[in-house]
């Protein structure tokens, strides 16, 4: 992940929430996942941490190639 990126881009374009998609491929296990507790420990780490970096909250979470395959945090 380049962290110089999404703090520019953050800046550029003022999002109010962000959308992660592809969950999965930060740790397997987060496969089809369609609540927050209970993504890996890993994956909540990343979150966080982009949450941390940009003063924005992460409100939706892509987990699966299937339209029920995200978790809705708004």
Do not use: H
């Amino acid at each position: 992940m380049n962290w110089d990126r999404l703090k520019y881009n953050v800046m550029i374009n003022n999002p109010t929430q962000i959308a992660l998609n592809f969950a999965q491929y930060i740790d397997w296990n987060a496969y089809r996942c369609n609540n927050y507790n209970s993504l890996p420990v890993k994956v909540k780490d990343f979150i966080s941490k982009i949450e941390k970096l940009t003063n924005i909250p992460v409100t939706l979470i892509g987990t699966g190639e299937r339209n029920c395959d995200i978790i809705d945090l708004r």
